[in-house]
Each structure stands twice: as structure tokens, then as C-alpha cells.
């Protein structure tokens, strides 16, 4: 893989991010950033991202934002089901649905939310340089596994937490 950035932007990167971290993985944010700070990361996060696939020609690291992308696709589909106006806020994402009616802590479950695409990006990166077969198999069911948990770990927040 070819060097995308020099060594410079990178540690500015890592040191801003651990900075954040550090005052806002907590359960009262000593530097909340709202709507602004998310939106702020997630530029540079794609930015990256997209960096990332040209330099390599290699659209399998989009499955690097995997768990977020199923959670978003699916709460839509599932919003558009339920005939509600998806332009409108809501609270209907399974990490909401967790922190806000199972009463999960937000840190276990944003924890855990960053493991699994931890362990994802892991296998991604493990995959990224097998055969083209390879890859869109891999993908495919990493999609179709991981939509299929989704499902099963909502359906049984929502019966069991989420009065209707």
C-alpha cells in the first residue's frame, strides 16, 4: 500500500482524538462538542476513509464503518415501516434504544459498539489484499451476519424495554 500522509498528520490526528477522548468517554463530557463535534469527526473519518479507498482502489474498507452504516440502514428501513417521518429526530437506534430504555450504561455500550468494529476492521484489513472473490464473499456476509444480530439483539430491546 502506498504512504497516504506523512507521519505528521497522523500523530496531529491521534493526539486531537485521544485529547477528546479523554474528555468526553466518560459519563458526564467535560468538553461536550454535540452535534458539532460529531459532525466535525466524522468529516475527518471519512475524509480518511475515502483517502484510504482511492489510494488502494479497494472499496472494502468501507465495511470499516459497518456497525454504524447497519444501525443507520436498518433504523430507516424500519422508521419507513413504521410510516414515520424520517427527517424528523428520534431515538429509535439500537445504542438509544439500550442507553435509554434497558438503561445500559453509555459507555459499556458505545464500548462495545467500537469492539466489534475494532475486530471488523481487524478482518478487513486481514481480507483487504485476498482475491476479489474473497472479498465480496467476505463482505456479503459480514453484511447479511451482522444485519441478522441487529435484528435479533432490536427486536428483543424493543419487546422487552420499549413500551408501545
Known amino acids: 500500500m502506498k504512504k497516504l500522509y506523512g507521519t505528521g498528520s497522523f500523530s496531529f490526528y491521534f493526539t486531537w482524538r485521544t485529547c477528546f477522548y479523554f474528555f468526553n468517554f466518560r459519563n458526564q463530557a467535560k468538553c461536550f462538542a454535540g452535534d458539532v463535534g460529531a459532525v466535525a469527526i466524522a468529516y475527518i473519518l471519512l475524509f480518511a476513509l475515502g483517502a484510504l479507498i482511492l489510494a488502494t482502489g479497494n472499496p472494502i474498507y468501507i465495511l470499516f464503518l459497518s456497525v454504524y452504516g447497519i444501525d443507520a440502514v ?91
Open 74 to 164: 436498518w433504523t430507516i428501513v424500519r422508521r419507513l415501516y413504521l410510516r414515520e417521518n424520517i427527517f424528523e429526530a428520534h431515538r429509535s437506534h439500537l445504542y438509544q434504544f439500550l442507553v435509554n430504555e434497558a438503561g445500559v450504561n453509555k459507555l459499556l455500550v458505545s464500548f462495545s459498539y467500537a469492539m466489534v468494529q475494532f475486530v471488523i476492521g481487524l478482518l478487513v484489513i486481514k481480507v483487504a489484499d485476498l482475491a476479489l472473490s474473497v472479498r465480496i464473499f467476505f463482505s456479503v456476509s459480514l453484511l447479511i451476519i451482522f444485519s441478522i444480530g441487529y435484528f435479533l439483539i432490536k427486536t428483543w430491546v424493543i419487546k422487552k424495554y420499549v413500551k408501545v
